[in-house]
């Protein structure tokens, strides 16, 4: 049973966002209470036009800010972190019956997302080609590759959202006509910047197993799975030149 301390923070939090309550009556009829809740949606809106700017160039600050207030209400802040804040918004966004006709708008936002926690993850030593070249063939097959903490990625089966994304972050012009068909992304930071580019389902396969902590044997046959026809090597060349990976003890197998 909660205790009337717990109870009273949790009706206050909820009246905060618009969620009335008898137990309230008495805080929220008081003008200085609506000064207080216009602050704090205030704080939640900021935040998440901050985390999500690709979103707002596509739809605007007014249609963006709208959206965020029915989310703000149904999802408030659970992290004074407000940089982490709106981990759930593209599947709010995936459902949202004013961005029935914008598809893409979920996966954008989730991008985003991505960009976001690539930013803010720590630094980790990567691992390069030459280092590679030199684990003992014999044991090859054995070696987990670990994604780095600073890198990301996604497949989005339904909709070039990731061509969408890159042109608004870029800022270049919307080609005239987008094959409408699923996309593939990997973000990763370099010198402190993040970096992006387009992979394919194998690729994503291949990391998502890596981050399972699979060995590479493993890793290539769902990868393969994926892409029947796929170079594994030129995959493995790519997504280790792109930082995709952790350093490796080369001195026996991770």
Same mark, same amino acid.
């Given at each position: 049973m909660?205790?009337?301390?717990?109870?009273?923070?949790d009706?206050? #939090?909820?009246a905060?966002y618009?969620?009335e309550s008898?137990?309230?009556? /008495?805080l929220?009829?008081?003008? @200085?209470f609506?000064v207080y809740?216009?602050?704090?949606?205030?704080? /939640?809106?900021?935040?998440?036009?901050?985390?999500?700017?690709?979103?707002? +160039?596509l #739809?605007?600050?007014?249609?963006?800010? /709208?959206?965020?207030?029915?989310?703000?209400r149904?999802s408030?802040?659970?992290?004074?972190?407000?940089?982490?804040?709106?981990?759930?918004?593209? +599947?709010?966004?995936?459902?949202?019956e004013?961005a029935?006709?914008?598809?893409?708008?979920?996966?954008?936002?989730?991008?985003?997302?991505?960009?976001?926690?690539?930013?803010?993850?720590?630094?980790?030593?990567g691992?390069?080609?030459?280092?590679?070249?030199?684990?003992?063939?014999?044991e *090859?097959?054995?070696?987990q590759?670990?994604?780095?903490?600073?890198?990301? $990625?996604?497949? *989005?089966?339904?909709?070039?959202?990731y061509?969408?994304w890159?042109v608004?972050?870029?800022?270049l012009?919307?080609?005239?006509?987008l !094959?409408w068909? @699923?996309? @593939?992304?990997?973000?990763?930071?370099?010198?402190?910047?993040?970096? $992006?580019? =387009?992979?394919?389902v =194998?690729?994503? =396969?291949f *990391?998502?197993?890596?981050?399972?902590?699979?060995?590479l044997?493993?890793?290539?046959?769902?990868?393969?799975e994926?892409e029947p026809?796929l170079?594994? !090597?030129?995959?493995?060349?790519?997504? #280790?030149?792109?930082?995709?990976?952790?350093a490796?003890? *080369?001195?026996?197998? /991770?």
């Open positions: 909660k205790t009337s301390l717990t109870r009273f923070q009706a206050f #939090v909820d905060l618009g969620t008898s137990l309230m009556d /008495s929220t009829t008081q003008p @200085g609506t809740r216009n602050t704090v949606l205030k704080g /939640s809106t900021d935040a998440l036009l901050a985390n999500f700017p690709t979103v707002e +160039r #739809v605007g600050t007014d249609w963006l800010r /709208s959206a965020i207030a029915i989310y703000a149904l408030p802040p659970t992290d004074a972190r407000l940089l982490h804040y709106g981990s759930d918004f593209p +599947r709010f966004l995936d459902e949202f004013h029935r006709e914008m598809p893409y708008l979920g996966g954008v936002a989730r991008l985003d997302l991505l960009w976001t926690q690539v930013h803010c993850a720590v630094d980790e030593s691992l390069e080609l030459n280092e590679l070249s030199q684990f003992p063939e014999t *090859l097959g054995n070696l590759l670990k994604p780095r903490a600073s890198a990301r $990625w996604i497949w *989005l089966p339904d909709c070039p959202a061509t969408i890159r608004n972050r870029e800022q012009e919307m080609p005239e006509e !094959e068909q @699923g996309e @593939g992304a990997l973000l990763t930071r370099k010198a402190g910047r993040v970096h $992006w580019q =387009a992979v394919s =194998a690729d994503c =396969a *990391l998502d197993a890596c981050a399972k902590q699979l060995p044997d493993l890793a290539a046959d769902k990868a393969i994926a026809d170079n594994l !090597e030129n995959l493995i060349i790519c997504l #280790v030149s792109a930082d995709a990976f952790a490796v003890d *080369l001195g026996r197998p /991770s």
